[in-house]
């Protein structure tokens, strides 16, 4: 009997070492611009929430005080997604000095596996995204219905470097009607260690009318185990309608 119980003990640890070494690490859509292809497992919710600041000219200076996307592994290859987020903005000029904060609209949405990455092509997911007009703050509130659409690609270069970027279009939603904004994302993301990772990255914002806003960033991300990871970026815009600067701390947690 005792031996029965022996090999039954050994049987149930050595199972539980096997799941464990099947558990992929947690893959975030933070903290940099480029939304992954990966989908949250079946049946998890995954909650990336983080810190930001970004400056202008001195004059303008926008905090997002949190900002917190919440995502479900509703089926294998789709995920169902919940963003919110607290703002605060502070312009001065010409002496004066104006202050506002409040909850941003909310954001509703799906992302879903197209194809899984081969020795040719890429990893390929699309996303999709709501912004429900009346749900936030007056002050950032928007009076019509926002819209995004993305094509998110990545493909691993080798054990340690991978390449990532998005394609699509928005609509803001803040006027009736109002033109579409294309979207450009490119990363390359190195993995220092087991780990510690650390990315590059360069993107825009591609108006029909006006200027293109152009930026680059950079940062690390800290995983403390496979369900936990830490992040950190900063950046500066390229041209004069883009952010001078702006820094980013976060963190993502997957929750079975």
């Not at 933070?30 to 810190?51: D, H, M, W, Y």
């Not at 998110?152 to 609509?171: K, T, V």
Request: one cysteine or more; proline letters at 3%; glycine letters at 10%.
């Amino acid at each position: 009997m005792m031996k029965k119980m022996s090999l039954l003990t050994l049987a149930v640890l050595l199972w539980g070492c096997l799941i464990a070494q099947e558990k992929e690490d947690i893959v975030t859509d933070r903290s940099n611009q480029t939304v992954s292809a990966a989908i949250v497992p079946l049946k998890k919710f995954q909650i990336e929430s983080g810190f930001s600041f970004e400056r202008y000219n001195s004059e303008i200076k926008n905090t997002t005080y949190n900002s917190t996307l919440v995502r479900y592994g509703l089926f294998e290859k789709m995920e169902l997604r919940l963003g919110l987020a607290y703002l605060g903005t502070n312009v001065s000029f010409d002496g004066g000095n104006f202050d506002e904060s409040g909850f941003a609209p909310i954001v509703v949405g799906a992302k879903f596996q197209l194809l899984e990455e081969n020795e040719v092509l890429p990893k390929l997911a699309f996303m999709t995204t709501v912004t429900l007009p009346n749900t936030g703050a007056s002050w950032y509130e928007n009076k019509y219905l926002g819209v995004d659409f993305r094509v998110n690609g990545e493909y691993s270069l080798n054990e340690a470097m991978s390449l990532g970027g998005n394609f699509g279009l928005a609509w803001s939603g803040v006027e009736n009607g109002n033109t579409a904004v294309g979207i450009y994302t490119a990363v390359i993301q190195m993995s220092l260690s087991e780990k510690l990772g650390a990315f590059a990255e360069l993107y825009g914002f591609l108006p029909k009318e006006g200027r293109n806003d152009h930026r680059w960033d950079a940062g690390m991300t800290y995983l403390v185990n496979e369900d936990l990871l830490l992040d950190f970026s900063t950046g500066i815009g390229l041209n004069k309608v883009s952010p001078d600067f702006f820094i980013s701390l976060g963190l993502s947690i997957r929750i079975p």
